[in-house]
Structures are given as structure tokens and as C-alpha cells.
């Protein structure tokens, strides 16, 4: 049975329309997009952890990566850890690092990286940058699949008031 014919079965099956049906795939997608960058940023924090025992604090990181899910595509994201406040009441405030129109960060966005930091950093962004792109894509997918739910919508109502007008006569 090929892929094609299992989608008719489902649809038969279940009554799912075809914008059910993209949801459910654009869903999926976010999710193997989800634990790709989930994974990639473990390694990240793996290796902090690593650093913040091994080494003195003046080496720690200063960078955190950030991934979000929104609604079916992911949000991949950058923030500088920075700390304020005497060492009783220390308070740490994350600050949004500004990507600009490039699927990928650019190195001048970490200049208070560590050298070990900046490496780490660089390796991600080669990996994070084509899961923005495909986010952003599944993304788009999503709301084209919206838009045509619409003009479905609209169809079957404008068929449902025709027959209606029909059934009098």
C-alpha cells in the first residue's frame, strides 16, 4: 500500500479533512525539530556544567540557548546571563542576544563569549540555523493550511446556502 493510499484510508477512517491532516503533520514536524534542537542545546549545557566545575567562575559561560515551542514550529534563541546586585541580593537577568535576517547568529552577536564558549557557540549555530529554517518553513506551512481551511470553510457554506435556495423551488 503506498503512502498515498493509507492517507485515503485515514481520511476514510476518521473523516480527518486535509487541513487535519497537514496540522497533524506540521505538529509532528515541529516535534522532530523540537528534540533535534532540544538535544543539540543539551550538549551545550553539558559542557557549561563541565566548565563550571572544572574551572573558576571568571570562566563560565555567559551565553544560554534557548528553544522554545510555538504552536507547531520551535524558536531557536540566544540570551547573555548577566548578573546584578551585591553578593547578598545578586539578581541574574538574561538579555536577548539580536539574531538580525540571517537563519544564523552571527559571531559579532557573542562578544563576551569565552574562547571555549565561542567554539561551542559557532558549532551550534552551523546545526541551529537550518532547524530555524525549517521552522520557519513549517511555520509558513501552517498558516497557508489555515488560509485554505478558510476558503474551504467558505465553500461548503456558500454550497450549503445554494441547496437550500434549490430545495424551495
Known amino acids: ?9 485515514l481520511r476514510e477512517r476518521t473523516g480527518a479533512s486535509f487541513t487535519d491532516l497537514l496540522r497533524a503533520l506540521l505538529l ?12 543539540l542545546s543539551s550538549g551545550f549545557y553539558g559542557e557549561c556544567e563541565r566548565v563550571r566545575q572544572e ?15 510555538r504552536n507547531v514550529a520551535i524558536s531557536i534563541r540566544w540570551a547573555k546571563v548577566r548578573f546584578f546586585g551585591g553578593k547578598g541580593s545578586r539578581r541574574r537577568m ?13 559571531m559579532t552577536s557573542f562578544p563576551d ?19 530555524r529554517s525549517r521552522s520557519s518553513m513549517v511555520a509558513k506551512m501552517a498558516v497557508l493550511g489555515a488560509a ?5 470553510e467558505g465553500a461548503r457554506q456558500r454550497q450549503a446556502a445554494l441547496e437550500a435556495d434549490t430545495a424551495k423551488f
Request: hydrophobic share 30%.
Open 94 to 106: 538574561d538579555e536577548n542576544v539580536p539574531r538580525g535576517d540571517t537563519a544564523q547568529y552571527p
Open 28 to 39: 509532528s514536524e515541529g516535534d522532530v525539530l523540537e528534540t533535534e534542537a532540544r538535544g
Open 55 to 69: 574551572r573558576p567562575s571568571s570562566e563560565h559561560n555567559r551565553y544560554l540557548a534557548r528553544v522554545e515551542r
Open 1 to 9: 500500500m503506498t503512502l498515498e493510499d493509507e492517507i485515503k484510508a
Open 148 to 152: 485554505y481551511r478558510q476558503v474551504e
Open 113 to 131: 563569549a569565552q574562547d571555549w564558549e565561542r567554539v561551542l557557540i559557532s558549532d551550534l549555530e552551523e546545526k541551529f540555523g537550518p532547524l
